[in-house]
Structure formats: C-alpha cells, structure tokens
C-alpha cells in the first residue's frame, strides 16, 4: 500500500499513480509508483511537501517514508510541446505584447518557434523588495502596473499603499521601458 499525505491545497496538482505490480511469490507482491507534480496558479515561488509512505497491507513490514519536495521558480513558465511564446502569453493572459517575453529570453533564437515540452521561459525579472517599497511605487520603478504585478505574483495580499516586507521576491512582467538591473533585452522597446 502507498500513501501520499500533505495538507489541504498542498494536494493540488500532485498525483500518486500506481504504474506496475509483480507477484512475488508465496503471498508477497511489489508495486511500483510514479509520483507527478503540476504546479497551479498561487504556486509560483513556493516550495511544496509531500511524504510518501508504504508498507504491507497487514501491517506486518515496517512502513518506509521519503519526503519529495519541490519548489516552483517565480517568473517562470515551463512550456508545453507546439506553444509558442504568442500563443503562452495569450493562454495565460502575461502580456498584450509577446515581444516583452521574448526580450526576456535572449536564449530563444526564434519567437514564432514552437516551444519543446518543458522549455523554461523566463517571464521577466526577480525583484527583491527593499525597506519602504509599496506595490505602487515599484510599479512607477518599473513603468507596469500594480494590477500586473499582482497577476504574476498571486501569493501577494497587498493593496497599492502598503508597506511591503524587505526581501520578498517579486516577479516583474517584463513589459517596461527602461532596462532592470537584473535582465538584458535584445533591444530597447
């Protein structure tokens, strides 16, 4: 028997499949399983946690348990098989303009290619909030806006005028015109 626990919404996305069986002979038999996660929307820069257990349906056996965890990057999409960087911004709603992305990734050579399965796009930069940061005045920094800030960064509770925390990691659409400290574009837009 496989058990996978975790708690509440930490469930969301992950899947424990049993994907074979071998009798082993005089009562014994051995599974195997194969254990995915698909990260959802809110998941970006977190980590998750999931502890696996097995052991004989008697209770005979001592139980094993392996802890698999699994942290999501933040400002980062990785693709399916066939998308394009036009047809991922349009799909997830990231930018009215795929140029930006594009700017974001000077590994891609061409952005009308069809993307591989697990291809990483960078969306835009990582900001680090200072002491004295607001949601609006690091939209003014970075010439977006606050509602696009917090559809890239959905784990942010925060309204226009409050004070953020020093050293939370922000996701920076990169959809504005003057260059961030952290990213270089192919050219100026």
């Known amino acids: 028997d496989m058990m996978m626990g975790?708690?509440?919404d930490a469930m969301a996305g992950a899947r424990l499949e049993m994907v074979g069986m071998e009798d082993l002979g005089m009562g014994w038999s051995e599974a195997a399983y194969h254990f995915s996660y698909t990260p959802v929307r809110g998941d970006e820069g977190s980590l998750k946690e999931w502890t696996l257990s097995c052991g004989d349906d008697q209770g005979v056996d001592h139980s094993l348990t392996a802890t698999v965890s699994v942290r999501t990057r933040l400002c980062s999409?990785?693709?399916a098989e066939?998308?394009?960087l036009s047809s991922m911004t349009r799909k997830y709603q990231l930018s009215t303009n795929w140029l930006n992305v594009w700017n974001a990734n000077p590994a891609l050579s061409d952005p009308d290619l069809h993307l591989g399965a697990a291809?990483?796009?960078k969306l835009g930069p990582t900001y680090t909030v200072r002491a004295g940061d607001?949601?609006?005045s690091i939209a003014a920094e970075f010439s977006t806006t606050v509602k696009k800030l917090l559809a890239v960064n959905p784990g942010v509770n925060m309204v226009p005028g409050e004070e953020m925390m020093?050293?939370?990691p922000l996701c920076i659409l990169a959809c504005t015109n003057q260059n961030s400290p952290s990213m270089?574009?192919?050219w100026a837009y």
Do not use: D, F
């Open 82 to 84: 066939g998308e394009t």
């Open 184 to 186: 270089n574009y192919k």
């Open 134 to 136: 607001t949601l609006s």
């Open 77 to 79: 999409y990785t693709a």
């Open 166 to 168: 020093a050293g939370t």
């Open 119 to 121: 291809t990483v796009v």
């Open 6 to 8: 975790a708690g509440g």
